[in-house]
């Protein structure tokens, strides 16, 4: 089976693309696996990807490409986008020229299944794939995160999908409702860990580790003001921020406003996170909201217990509070503070969170998640849509 992975941007650094190689990488021991990014602005990929799996691209924006200017990119990429709806998250990415290159791709397909990775190449998908290839929707984005505009495309678009992935139960049953009654099925599969031995951390560094774009849903600024409580109280602890956005010089001056330049560091982007982690004694997660959380089984399976805001909907069925890390009520700083205040105090209570979530851990190996993809093709096989 031919099994083909569209994404915005294979060569940028996110938990969506570290998950889709993830995926990709085990899908290719089974199956002939390529991934095709809309846009690549670098010679190489950030995470690392197997041989086993094509990687190409269908929008080049490196500047050596500049042979292609002179048919008209150019101008087309200054041009907004027509195909994806406005509210689509990563419109402003999206151009004329995309959409020229996607409605080609699409109309042209050559595989058995294609896998989309966000709402707007779900619905692009669902609109221009050609006849005959079976069309599966992921969503790495929770569902009240959509504004109303795109949901009313999603309502409609989505019928016409031969399956939708979600990442939590909570979206699971969101979707369900909206397509009861359309053919498209419903699944719950979430993100995976490769497997193998990995770092782990001793416990022993007063480090708290965080990890993630820095833009605004990630909820720094919420963790700046929550570390300045502790740092009242545990001026030894250093926080480090790993990962680059549109907020790194807002963040970092907030950080100074708060008193902050020498407890905390902003590391840039890693592409060895599970050595980091291992660095550390504490993860947090202070998202607005996590489509699924996959630093959290990261941390976990590193040894590092999490604490993290309540935040729809990825940590809460990740995180089981008191057993495998701490749950805070979402956007409650003080609490937040005083969680960590609490775990830094007890180091026996820290140790028997990390060793029930090296436990958790293992329930997200990426041969048991790509197991669960397997018995999704069968099924839509077995209907008729594969």
């Given amino acids: 089976m031919k099994i083909s992975i569209l994404i915005m941007n294979a060569y940028g650094m996110g938990g969506t693309i570290r998950a889709t190689f993830n995926l990709a990488d085990e899908l290719s021991r089974r199956h002939e696996v390529e991934i095709v990014s809309v846009f690549q602005h670098k010679g190489r990929p950030f995470f690392p990807l197997s041989d086993r799996v094509r990687l190409s ?59 989309t990775t966000r709402a707007g190449l779900n619905i692009a998908a669902a609109r221009l794939a050609r006849d005959g290839v079976t069309l599966i929707g992921q969503e790495h984005l929770h569902f009240g995160a959509h504004k109303p505009g795109i949901l009313a495309e999603i309502r409609d678009s989505y019928q016409k999908l031969d399956a939708i992935v979600t990442l939590t139960d909570a979206d699971h049953a969101e979707y369900a409702r909206m397509l009861d009654g359309a053919p498209t099925r419903v699944y719950t599969i979430g993100n995976g860990l490769p497997a193998g031995p990995r770092p782990q951390s001793r416990l022993d560094n007063r480090v708290v580790i965080a990890a993630g774009r820095l833009v605004r849903v990630k909820g720094y600024d919420r963790l700046l003001d929550a570390f300045a409580k502790v740092v009242e109280k545990r001026p030894d602890w250093r926080l480090r921020i790993y990962g680059q956005g549109t907020q790194a010089e807002k963040l970092s001056r907030r950080a100074r406003r708060l008193g902050l330049h020498n407890n905390v560091a902003f590391m840039g982007p890693t592409n060895d996170i599970e050595g980091e982690l291992a660095k550390a004694s504490i993860h947090v997660i202070t998202s607005r909201f996590e489509g699924f959380g996959m630093t959290i089984v990261e941390a976990f399976a590193a040894g590092v217990p999490v604490v993290s805001f309540d935040c729809p909907q990825g940590p809460r069925e990740i995180i089981t509070s008191g057993e495998n890390g701490v749950l805070v009520p979402d956007g409650d700083i003080d609490a937040f503070a005083d969680a960590l205040l609490a775990l830094m105090d007890d180091p026996e209570k820290m140790r028997r969170l990390a060793d029930n979530g090296r436990r958790t851990a293992t329930r997200y190996d990426i041969s048991e998640v790509a197991d669960r993809w397997d018995e999704m093709l069968a099924g839509l096989h077995r209907t008729g849509a594969a």
């Fill in 57 to 115: 691209s269908l929008v080049d924006l490196r500047p050596e490409a500049r042979k292609w200017w002179k048919f008209g990119v150019a101008s087309r990429l200054k041009k907004p986008s027509t195909l994806l709806h406005p509210e689509e998250r990563a419109y402003d990415n999206f151009s004329a020229e995309s959409d020229r290159a996607l409605t080609r791709y699409l109309s042209e397909l050559r595989t058995d299944v294609l896998i």
